[in-house]
């Protein structure tokens, strides 16, 4: 039973437009929510996080969205860059319980 | 300043044997964790540590599996038996938990094993 989805595998989108990768979660003691960027033969990179305090974290070109009521957060990525191409984690934890719980992930490519 | 540093980066070995993964976090660092990459799983946490206790070792998925941690600065991840199903990337990841932290992992690059 998966608690954090993400039910899209793959995204293609056209350099300089926005880039938007959904994530869904299950269970609502969940309160920090991250995202980790992989490049292939690399470990995961933290890129961005928001805690359930917020519906908002902006850092650049990257944005978090969180709805609590729908369980559900978004990643958008604007304007989308070639070097952008990576394989891009949902995670999620309880800070009472301190482990971070990882999406299946979603494969993005950024078309030139 | 070094990152977490994995061992070996690959292992091609054989059904039966015994596979033996390192681990040394970021100095300072006191939560560790071991993960497991598939195509069909994506991340998965296998287990945890915090100030080298195993915290959490539900994730992980046979008797086959043990995970070690002897001192803040070094962890094993054990499988004896493998078996081919096994072949993944396993990452190690640690990171510093407390107030005032911002729960990032840190991951090494991982150690794509590769059981025939």
């Known amino acids: 039973d998966q608690q954090v989805k993400q039910n899209s595998p793959s995204l293609s989108v056209q350099e300089g437009r926005i880039s938007i990768l959904n994530c869904d979660y299950t269970?609502?003691?969940?309160?920090?929510f991250l995202w980790y960027k992989k490049y292939p033969a690399e470990g995961p990179t933290f890129l961005i996080s928001i805690s359930s305090i917020k519906d908002k974290n902006e850092d650049g070109r990257f944005t978090v969205f969180l709805n609590k009521s729908a369980k559900h957060l978004s990643l958008h990525i604007v304007p989308s860059q070639p070097g952008d191409s990576a394989v891009y984690f949902c995670?999620?934890?309880?800070?009472?319980?301190?482990?971070?719980?990882f999406g299946p992930g979603t494969s993005l490519s950024v078309i030139p | 300043d070094a990152g977490v540093i994995q061992s070996p980066r690959h292992e091609v070995t054989e059904m039966g044997q015994e596979v033996t993964l390192r681990c040394k976090p970021i100095s300072g660092h006191n939560s560790l964790f071991w993960y497991r990459q598939t195509m069909m799983r994506g991340l998965e946490l296998l287990i945890y540590?915090?100030?080298?206790?195993?915290?959490?070792d539900s994730g992980m998925p046979e008797d086959r599996f043990s995970a070690k941690m002897p001192n803040a600065s070094f962890s094993t991840l054990k499988i004896q038996p493998s078996e081919p199903r096994d072949s993944a990337v396993y990452f190690c990841?640690?990171?510093?938990?407390?107030?005032?932290?911002?729960?990032?992992?840190?991951f090494g690059e991982g150690s794509r094993l590769t059981v025939l």
């Open positions: 990841a640690s990171s510093l938990e407390g107030i005032g932290s911002t729960g990032e992992l840190f």
């Open positions: 995670a999620a934890s309880d800070f009472s319980y301190d482990k971070v719980i």
């Open positions: 540590f915090n100030n080298n206790v195993p915290i959490d």
């Open positions: 269970n609502s003691m969940f309160d920090y």
